[in-house]
C-alpha cells in the first residue's frame, strides 16, 4: 500500500493534535458515546460508490438503530440511484459532522431492504411528503408503497471526535495553541476497530 509524507519530524510526532486528544477508553465508552452523537444529531451524508468508482453523497436522517446500535437504518426510495450504487458496491461511508466542528464516520457495508414488516416497523408518515402520491392506489406513500426501502449500514470501523469541553473552555485552549503553539486537547478522538465493532455486535448488552 502506498503512503504519503512530506516531512521528517524525527522523534517529534507528526500529528500533535492527533496525540493530544486520542482517547483510548473501554469498548463500551467508545460505542455509547458514538451513538449517542449520531443519535443527537440525526443527519448525517451517505457516500456510496458508483459505476466507475465515482463517489456520491446524500443527506440522510437517522431513522433507526440496531444490532446494539451499530447497525444505522434509512429509509429511502428504492427507484433512487444511490439503491443502484448500494446494489452493485456494498461499501458505504456515512459522516456526521456540527458546526462545532464535531464530527464521526462510519465506514460500512449497506444493503437495500424492501420486506414490508421491516418498512412497516419503521415506517413514518413524513414519508409521505418525500415520496409524494401518484395516484394510482399504490404508489401513495404509505407502508404498503413499494418504493419506500430501508438501507441497513452495517458498521465496519469508525471514528470521531466529540468535544470534551465546553466552547468557552475549548476556545481557551484554541487560544493557548495559538500562542504558545501547543495542540488544544479539546476534543476525545477515538477509533472502533474491525474486530472491536465484530465484538461489540455479538456481544450480549
Not at 55 to 72: H, P, Q, T, Y
Not at 146 to 174: C, D, H, L, M, W
Request: with cysteine.
Amino acid at each position: 500500500m502506498a503512503t504519503f509524507s512530506n516531512a521528517d519530524t524525527g522523534s517529534n510526532p507528526a500529528d500533535p493534535y492527533v496525540q493530544a486528544n486520542t482517547q483510548e477508553p473501554d469498548l463500551k465508552t467508545k460505542v455509547t458515546d458514538l451513538v449517542n452523537f449520531a443519535d443527537k444529531h440525526k443527519f448525517c451524508m451517505l457516500t456510496t460508490v458508483q459505476h466507475g468508482g465515482l463517489l456520491a453523497s446524500r443527506a440522510m436522517a437517522l431513522a433507526a438503530k440496531e444490532a446494539n446500535g451499530l447497525d444505522l437504518l434509512f429509509h429511502t426510495n428504492t427507484e433512487s440511484g444511490k439503491t443502484d450504487d448500494i446494489a452493485n458496491d456494498a461499501d458505504v461511508n456515512v459522516a456526521f459532522i456540527t458546526p462545532s466542528g464535531e464530527w464521526a464516520s462510519i465506514s460500512g457495508k449497506a444493503r437495500v431492504e424492501t420486506d414490508r414488516a421491516e418498512v412497516k416497523k419503521y415506517y413514518s408518515p413524513a414519508l409521505k411528503a418525500w415520496m409524494g402520491d401518484l395516484g394510482d392506489g399504490k404508489h401513495d406513500g404509505g407502508p404498503e408503497d413499494p418504493r419506500i426501502g430501508i438501507i441497513r449500514v452495517q458498521t465496519v470501523t469508525a471514528q470521531y471526535a466529540i468535544s470534551n469541553k465546553g466552547i468557552v473552555g475549548s476556545a481557551v485552549e484554541f487560544a493557548k495553541g495559538v500562542a504558545y503553539g501547543e495542540p488544544p486537547a479539546v476534543n476525545k478522538l477515538r477509533k472502533i476497530s474491525v474486530e472491536e465493532a465484530s465484538l461489540w455486535r455479538s456481544s450480549p448488552q
